[in-house]
């Protein structure tokens, strides 16, 4: 109970930051609570569905109006419309097939029995993430009015690849949008809006794919997630809006490093 309690909070906090909360709790699941890497990646993913449903919650009227704008004309949808089924398309058809190879890849022998290598990899990803995000700040051209097609096929790419574990789904995705000229705000948004299609998919993937079991744990985890979620993310987006993380997220990849060195020592 107290092992799925921390984990939620981890991922209800780290989830709107521009850092892998799949990375961390997956590591966290690993290193302090000696789980195999396919049962960490199964509970991240599982988790992650609590706060998906926070966002929602949060998000509410800009999903509602989305959804009234296309049911209203559907044969004329907006651009918000068209960016979001473009990109959560092409991100399911990207991330699915990599949640599956990654089922797979941690189920060897060679990952169930070497921490120190599951934990190096997520850290050699958090790196990238790192410098991808560090140096983000761009000249903001277009607002969620204007975006167009383009934005929406590289954007579902970025989400799509950020299903390996170490790589920030948020930080990738608000970064592409911001070299691409949109605004901060909007790219906020727009990445937490596509996001929620992404991880509820992800996390029903982990239940039919039977890599997390609906115990009654479990389900306390994900409430956890949700409440955290919720009470956290108008501070963390405030805070993602006045700070640059990514010498925070280079940092965390480094220690990652560092620390499965230190493992495969042993």
Known sequence: ???VIILGVIQGITEWLPVSSEGLVATTSTLLFKNDPSTSIGITLWLHIGTACSAIVVFR???LEIIKQFI???KNPTNESTFLIISVIVSALIGLPILILIKEAVSTELLQNSTGIFTAIIGVFMIVTGIIIRNKNMTSKKNIHN???LDALITGIGQ??????GLSRSGLTTSILLIRGTSKTDSLTLSFLIGIPATIGAGVYSVLSESVSLSIENCIG???SFITGLITIKILLKL?????LGNFVLLVGLT???GSILLLQN
């Open 147 to 149: 975006i167009n097609k």
């Open 1 to 3: 109970m107290l092992e």
């Open 61 to 63: 009227k800009n999903i």
């Open 222 to 224: 994900l409430i956890v």
């Open 256 to 258: 990652l490093i560092f």
């Open 72 to 74: 209203t004309s559907p």
């Open 240 to 244: 993602a809006e006045k700070i640059n």
């Open 160 to 165: 799509g690849v950020a299903a390996i574990p």
